[in-house]
């Protein structure tokens, strides 16, 4: 933890040392006072969890914490440069110590193992980072610490990086990012090293041993991508159906796709592709995903009710000895539907769902939405969680069950709402219920999963 203070103490006097450097070159009119805001935000979460009750002897599927996550942040602009950092504190209590059998019961025990307590809190540098705009015209740079998400802007942001804001401890990423844009099109590149957090507490350290790099270009509403993911770490878990255990991981795969967004008579329409080629611990790794998603929305009537229905599927591994990984690697995602965290990732997964909205109240939304899962392949695993959450260990961020050679993981439903109280509070509750299949029977005594979730925001500006 020293050593990371004094790199991070090295890191932002260099960001000064530049900043200053490129302030004193402005000419007259650039070298205008900066623009100065403040940041603060603060969210407070109730979880209750009732997993799927396990056979006897196993864990306690039943408890509730407690998470608040304060941020206190500042961003200096002027025309040309942007400085912004945020310190950020998160704590959560009530984690449960006896849920865990047959692995993790819900996100709850994940923490608990992270921690070893059943209170965790830290505070750490959530951002530091310096832009240069108009490096040279329409290109910008960044560097520093963070948050980043792919897709940004899309339907699918987040879905292979993303900063797992639905977790206390979150995650950001240490690296740098190019960007340019014109009128009719933008083109991204970066180098980005995810720091701990999401289910660890100690959120500071940055996982060098994770690196990604990622290019993308976006023209009307299609978007190309591709992203370099390498794993390193001295991580023993290793997310597959082999039962194999590794002394670190090995991981090195390419993941090359495209999305489109279109409004057609009056349908909005989403499309999204990737495959996955390269190597997994000395495997060949060939893998895919898509997802599908049209929706229409009533903009005339007052409550402008939608209603939007799709499908994702992520494949599986169809033989662990062939020498060929199957099993789609979704990187270091923010998982979807939030609520459900914990629960199943995207991987092996087939997800059929319909969701419905609406907003009764300028003030108030609220949706419904019930979904169909499934496993791509019942010779692979049931998969859960969000991507590297620590640079060693045991718990690889993605944890696995048997499919029991089954492949119906059983039917969800959920409904949320939020209630926008004041110009800077808002409060939200959401529910989810699953029943599960014969996935979940064949090695659950119960069948059904509950989750219910209360959260207040506060921010400024």
């Not at 290109?139 to 900063?163: C, D, Q």
């Not at 495959?275 to 229409?296: F, I, M, N, P, T």
């Not at 020498?323 to 939030?338: E, I, K, L, Q, R």
Request: with cysteine; proline share 6%.
């Amino acid at each position: 933890m020293v050593a990371w203070s004094c790199r991070s103490l090295s890191v932002a006097l260099l960001l000064l040392v530049v900043a200053a450097a490129s302030v004193s070159a402005q000419t007259p009119d650039e070298a205008a006072d900066p623009v100065v805001t403040p940041l603060i935000r603060n969210v407070t979460r109730v979880e209750s969890w009732s997993f799927f009750a396990p056979p006897e002897g196993g864990g306690d599927p039943d408890y509730s914490m407690f998470g608040n996550r304060a941020t206190l942040g500042v961003k200096v602009q002027s025309s040309r440069l942007v400085v912004q950092g945020s310190l950020q504190y998160a704590q959560m209590i009530g984690l449960p110590r006896g849920s865990i059998g047959p692995g993790p019961l819900g996100p709850g025990s994940i923490f608990f193992v992270s921690a070893e307590n059943s209170r965790a809190y830290q505070l750490y540098f959530k951002t530091l980072s310096l832009r240069l705009e108009d490096v040279v015209p329409r290109l910008s740079v960044e560097a520093g610490r963070m948050t980043y998400e792919s897709g940004a802007g899309t339907p699918f942001a987040g879905r292979l990086i993303g900063n797992a804001e639905w977790t206390m401890f979150e995650r950001a990423f240490d690296g740098v990012r190019v960007d340019y844009q014109r009128p009719d099109w933008r083109a991204h590149a970066s180098f980005v090293m995810p720091t701990q957090g999401a289910f660890e507490e100690s959120a500071s350290p940055t996982i060098g041993l994770v690196q990604i790099t990622t290019a993308s270009a976006t023209r009307g509403g299609v978007e190309g991508f591709a992203h370099h993911y390498r794993d390193t770490r001295a991580i023993a878990g290793r997310p597959d159906n082999t039962g194999a255990r590794a002394p670190r991981a090995d991981i090195s795969l390419r993941t090359i796709g495209s999305s489109l967004t279109r409004t057609l008579a009056g349908f909005d329409i989403a499309l999204w592709g990737a495959l996955q080629r390269g190597d997994w611990y000395g495997d060949r790794h060939h893998a895919l995903s898509a997802s599908a998603h049209a929706g229409y929305r009533w903009s005339r009537l007052r409550a402008q009710p939608s209603v939007d229905a799709g499908v994702l599927h992520a494949s599986g591994d169809a033989d662990p000895n062939d020498a060929t990984h199957g099993t789609f690697f979704p990187m270091v995602p923010t998982t979807a539907p939030s609520v459900l965290a914990g629960t199943y990732a995207q991987m092996n997964i087939r997800d059929v769902h319909v969701r419905g909205a609406a907003m009764p109240h300028d003030r108030l939304s609220v949706s419904a939405s019930l979904h169909r899962l499934s496993l791509a392949s019942r010779q692979d695993r049931w998969y859960s969680g969000t991507g590297a959450t620590a640079f060693a260990g045991n718990y690889f961020g993605y944890s696995s069950r048997p499919s029991t050679l089954a492949t119906s993981l059983g039917t969800a439903v959920l409904v949320a709402t939020e209630l926008s109280v004041a110009p800077h509070w808002r409060v939200s509750a959401s529910a989810a219920l699953i029943r599960g299949g014969a996935v979940v029977r064949r090695q659950f005594a119960g069948r059904t999963l509950s989750v219910f979730v209360l959260e207040s925001t506060l921010s400024f500006p």
